[in-house]
């Protein structure tokens, strides 16, 4: 089962790019993020003419989130079971094909230590605490999405140009690697050891074509998921086209 994950950055500009891309490789479940459509405005029909089930948990103009699959999705969860109605919609889980599938799009923060800050770390700490009460170790769990946090030194094109900055500053790396600690393993890691790859560059300043970019989104799986994985990559291809999002899909194949 090939699984990817994509911030499209508006699945309305990029529906199209989405169908295209996941027919042309194959993949099985794309999760995605900042979809940037209400619930009842999501395209269901032309997702489902493509022949694709879908869940999907949005807003307007901003977050996010969706899960695209060829297999049958059941068990979905929209956000916290603790939150509010009116919270960001920015979590959806649910159990495809045997593997229970969360999908994030993590908050960027803003500024360091402003409230959104402070709310992007409150934010990852309760991700841990779901996993603790909700998942096995056990079982065959995956963790994925736009993280807004590039974990280690690798992960940036420049550690001086981003030393303290936000998505690689200490306190939102430590938040991470506290969700990692659950049990996680880095499938792009696990699979590729030190390579350096990015996933994300800025539209401005000549990111892309200078390569300047950060590992954010990414792909981490339960141990008995990370036997199973064959593979992990980082599929620049998008990324490359007309309109394109900032970030280009991330992609793990497992034998299952």
Not at 115 to 138: G, N, V, Y
Not at 156 to 163: F, G, H, I, M, N
Not at 184 to 207: I, L, M
């Amino acid at each position: 089962m090939k699984v990817a994950t994509w911030n499209v950055n508006s699945i309305r500009l990029r529906l199209e790019q989405v169908l295209a891309w996941t027919a042309a490789t194959g993949t099985d479940v794309v999760c995605l993020q900042e979809t940037k459509v209400v619930d009842e405005d999501f395209p269901v029909s032309e997702i489902a003419d493509a022949g694709y089930h879908t869940a999907f948990f949005g807003e307007k103009s901003y977050n996010g989130v969706a899960i695209i699959s060829k297999h049958e999705i059941s068990d979905v969860q929209k956000g916290f079971p603790e939150d509010a109605p009116e919270a960001p919609k920015r979590l959806i889980a649910a159990t495809i094909n045997g593997v229970r599938i969360v999908n994030t799009y993590i908050p960027n923060g803003t500024e360091l230590w402003t409230e959104k800050f402070t709310f992007k770390l409150d934010w990852l700490h309760r991700l841990r605490r779901m996993f603790d009460e909700d998942c096995s170790l056990d079982s065959n769990v995956l963790l994925c999405g736009d993280f807004n946090v590039a974990p280690d030194e690798l992960d940036v094109w420049s550690v001086p140009q981003w030393q303290g900055k936000l998505h690689f500053s200490k306190p939102e790396r430590a938040a991470m690697h506290h969700v990692k600690k659950w049990g996680f393993v880095d499938a792009f890691r696990h699979k590729n050891g030190d390579a350096q790859e990015f996933s994300w560059w800025n539209y401005r300043e000549g990111s892309w074509q200078r390569n300047q970019g950060l590992r954010i989104d990414h792909i981490w799986v339960s141990p008995p998921l990370a036997e199973k994985c064959t593979g992990c990559w980082i599929d620049k291809g998008p990324r490359g086209q007309e309109r394109p999002s900032d970030h280009t899909p991330v992609v793990a194949d497992f034998a299952i």
